[in-house]
């Protein structure tokens, strides 16, 4: 690799006292594809959003043709030639690729109108010179992800893009638009730009990227040309986290409370079979985007299944929407707590009895005492803190609004719990505290169906693993022969 | 990865913090009450027949008719909802009481005329929960649509309303209070009551504040959200029986904007158009400001004209800071 064009030294980061970045260097070459892989939560978005300037680091430097840069803002990142293209992608639906390629910087005649002619004669060059067949005149809200993936990128060409970041742009394609994506960037490095690419699916890196560099806790755990190395090479420095493995005492395992057989939702997921028992942790671990969380939604009810059955306690069952499965004893704390779970601007007490008012109830009035004794319990129970129970709840810190949503599930007694992501955007005490109170209600007989993309976590938590990946269930694997490797290996292998 | 910091110790020592936080939560409960008691003050300097009972009375009874509408309108608000459609319906219960009337008693007409609105309510409710039409496009469709059928069922004259009881229900006084007052205090009372004593008040706050959230926690949002509508259009029902008793004749064109002033007065009294945060205790309030506002204009001698500036300004003004100290 002689002409770089990228070189980040030592970057380091911190969010109060969360190291999230230590000591991490990046060197990528012109016309090269660098993939960067490591697990969630091993900074990967953190480095982009560097490279982006959208966060600053604490320490470091970025040189660019060996000319040291300063990233303060998203703007400065473009002057300098980086576009990062995220997942969610950022164009403006209603308008044409035309539009939205030259949006912003629109070209106008001598009399400062817009000048359509010659902007659809340079996106007809643009799209040509990438081989891209799209009708630019149609709004990009009607063309698929995949072609919208690729205006984007066209986009950055447009304003000369010298470094493209795309944060897990397969996450959303199909193995087809994989293959297409792929020519793409085959022809941008032929063009001298440098490709960052992020993604999960290690075969990937093996078929497009030159080099790669692996990221774990923070710290860079390895880099190397991909010609040198081979997937175990990968693995290795991607895992290998030592943790101690959970202490809590062997449960007894009741009755199957939730099976599902061959369950299948359209486009989601196909051919799913689990069995959950009184007192059992199943984690669904996989990919983001594998199905699982469409799963825990159609064991919910509020995503219906085209297939298959599912039967709580023997009996076969098909819910009509959230109000049916927590009549049956079913709940579901979402992974996404701000869009499904939080009731901002109400306070925390009406937030944990709002899925059981019932409970709270006698003739059709709320018994306000009982709520409140309810509510004090919780709150010692799961050692909330806050200043008192009548705050809004989003004055809690995350952990905090996480056990409160904890408790809003408790307060159904449920038979069957369906956790997705517990400890998302939570701190370390929380954490250990929720895994917990987790194992306690598993002792106290409570089937459990744990969704989780942080490996530690599934593997501490889990009496039997479940593997997902695009859709379909990859492995099943029980605790004894847990790993991370073999986790790993079901959900990012084929 | 967030920014999220250990919080363990936070929680608890912040007492100072704490302190902070309930005085600025006082402020803004008692915030809009504390510029009632303000406005009130300065009036009684600016006149001082303000403060005398029969005036006092006065703006009671005629804040009447806005204040009951603005009452349930405070339940479509919170469900981060609107009805466009109140002074409309109002109108249509108004000529249907005027109709009935003429050849029917008190004991039919004005229930039916209630019910009417109700079902208008309803239609309403339809379309929003389960149609999936916004509400201010489905109430702006009923505030023509109701409009018209006033119209419609009157011929477009006004109907005379000759029955003595009917009449002496929105003019005369019980124990004192004018019945209009009365009025809207029950409904505010049973409003109030309703809010926060039942299930379906504490889901209509769920609804407004996280609709997602609250339809995952098994909350019957669709159900809830028509009944909302119901209560809006029933309100619009009652205020509309006000109306024609104190007017005695059934015209088509009753309450009209009506819904304006009644949203003006939530949202002065501190319900979010964003839903899910408010009070029927706060619309009470919000209406007497406007109310007493204008009172002391007019007494004032201030142009009419004038007036409406004032009131405009007010409505700003009220929002503006009560955005502002909402954020903590």
């Given amino acids: ?494 | 990865m967030s920014a999220e910091t250990s919080t363990s110790s936070s929680g608890r020592d912040g007492l100072g913090d704490t302190g902070r936080r309930r005085a600025l939560a006082l402020f803004r409960r008692t915030g809009i009450l504390a510029a009632l008691i303000i406005l009130v003050i300065v009036s009684s300097f600016l006149n001082d027949r303000f403060l005398s009972v029969p005036n006092l009375l006065n703006v009671l009874r005629q804040v009447s008719i806005v204040g009951i509408l603005a009452v349930g309108m405070t339940f479509v608000i919170l469900t981060k909802g609107i009805d466009l459609s109140m002074g409309s319906i109002l109108g249509v219960s108004v000529v249907l009481f005027a109709g009935i009337l003429d050849t029917q008693s008190m004991a039919v007409a004005i229930p039916l005329g209630i019910l009417a609105a109700m079902g208008l309510g309803l239609v309403n409710g339809i379309g929003v929960a389960y149609a999936g039409i916004p509400p201010f496009i489905m109430t702006l469709g009923m505030l023509s649509f109701a409009r018209g059928l006033a119209f419609i069922y009157t011929g477009g004259t006004p109907i005379p309303i000759l029955n003595e009881a009917f009449y002496d229900l929105g003019n005369s006084y019980t124990f004192g209070v004018p019945n209009p007052t009365l009025i809207l205090l029950g409904t505010l009372l049973v409003s109030g009551f309703v809010l926060t004593q039942t299930p379906f008040g504490r889901s209509v706050y769920a609804i407004g504040s996280n609709e997602e959230a609250a339809r995952l926690s098994g909350v019957p949002v669709g159900i809830y959200k028509t009944i909302v509508y119901v209560i809006s259009g029933g309100v619009a029902g009652i205020s509309g029986l006000v109306y024609a008793s104190q007017l005695s004749v059934g015209t088509p064109i009753a309450g009209q904007a009506y819904e304006l002033d009644a949203i003006a007065a939530v949202v002065v009294g501190g319900t979010s158009l964003f839903g899910g945060k408010g009070s029927v205790t706060g619309t009470l309030i919000g209406t007497l400001i406007i109310g007493v506002l204008a009172n002391i204009l007019n007494m004032t001698g201030v142009d009419p004209f004038v007036q409406q500036l004032f009131k405009g300004a007010l409505i700003v003004v009220a929002v503006f800071i009560m955005a502002r100290s909402s954020k903590t």
Avoid at chain 1, 108 to 116: P, Q, R, V, Y
Avoid at chain 1, 219 to 225: A, C, E, L, N, R
């Fill in chain 1, 1 to 494: 690799m002689t002409d770089i064009l990228l070189r980040a030294t030592g970057l380091t980061k911190s969010f109060g006292q969360n190291v999230v970045l230590s000591d991490v260097d990046l060197v990528v070459g012109r016309g090269q594809v660098h993939a960067i892989v490591g697990e969630n939560g091993a900074g990967k978005s953190t480095l982009i959003k560097i490279l982006g300037g959208v966060h600053r680091a604490d320490g470091g430097s970025l040189a660019l043709d060996g000319r040291e840069v300063v990233l303060n803002s998203p703007q400065a990142a473009l002057e300098n030639g980086i576009v990062v293209i995220h997942q969610e992608l950022s164009l403006a639906p209603h308008l044409s690729t035309v539009e939205n390629i030259f949006l912003g910087h629109f070209l106008h005649n001598a009399l400062g109108m817009l000048d359509h002619r010659r902007m659809r004669k340079r996106t007809a060059e643009l799209l040509q010179r990438l081989s891209i067949e799209i009708d630019p005149e149609i709004p990009v809200g009607r063309l698929s992800i995949a072609q919208q993936q690729m205006i984007e990128i066209a986009k950055a060409i447009s304003v000369e893009a010298k470094i493209l970041i795309l944060d897990e742009p397969t996450a959303v394609l199909d193995a087809n638009r994989v293959d297409t994506l792929f020519e793409l960037i085959q022809r941008l490095k032929e063009q001298g730009i440098a490709v960052i690419f992020i993604s999960h699916h290690l075969e990937e890196i093996f078929r497009i990227a030159d080099s790669v560099t692996v990221l774990r806790d923070g710290t860079k755990t390895g880099s190397s040309s991909v010609s040198e190395i081979d997937q175990e090479w990968l693995v290795s420095r991607m895992i290998g986290r030592q943790f101690a493995t959970h202490t809590s005492k062997k449960r007894q395992f009741g009755a199957v409370a939730l099976e599902l057989e061959a369950l299948s939702s359209n486009g989601a997921f196909e051919q799913v079979s689990l069995k959950v028992r009184e007192g059992e942790i199943v984690g669904l671990a996989g990919l983001i985007g594998a199905g699982r969380t469409e799963v825990a939604q159609a064991i919910f009810g509020v995503r219906p299944h085209s297939s298959g059955t599912m039967r709580l306690y023997g009996e076969t069952v098909r819910l009509s929407g959230p109000r049916a499965a927590t009549r049956r004893g079913i709940a579901y704390v979402s992974e996404d707590r701000k869009a499904f779970g939080l009731l901002p601007n109400r306070p925390v007490r009406e937030n944990m009895t709002i899925a059981n008012l019932p409970r709270f109830q006698s003739f059709g009035l709320l018994r306000l005492g009982r709520e409140r004794d309810f509510v004090r319990k919780q709150i010692k129970h799961l050692d909330i803190r806050l200043p008192g129970m009548n705050v809004e709840i989003t004055t809690l810190s995350g952990g905090n609004q996480q056990k409160a949503l904890l408790g809003r599930a408790l307060a159904l007694q449920p038979r069957v719990l369906l956790f997705d992501e517990p400890t998302r955007g939570v701190d370390v005490g929380a954490k250990r505290e929720i895994y917990r109170f987790i194992e306690g209600l598993a002792e106290e007989g409570t089937a459990i169906v744990v969704i989780s993309s942080e490996m530690e976590e599934v593997i501490r938590l889990s009496d039997r693993i479940i593997v997902m990946r695009s859709g379909r269930v990859a492995a099943d694997i029980p605790r004894a022969d847990a790993s991370e490797e073999t986790i790993m290996r079901a959900a990012s292998l084929n």
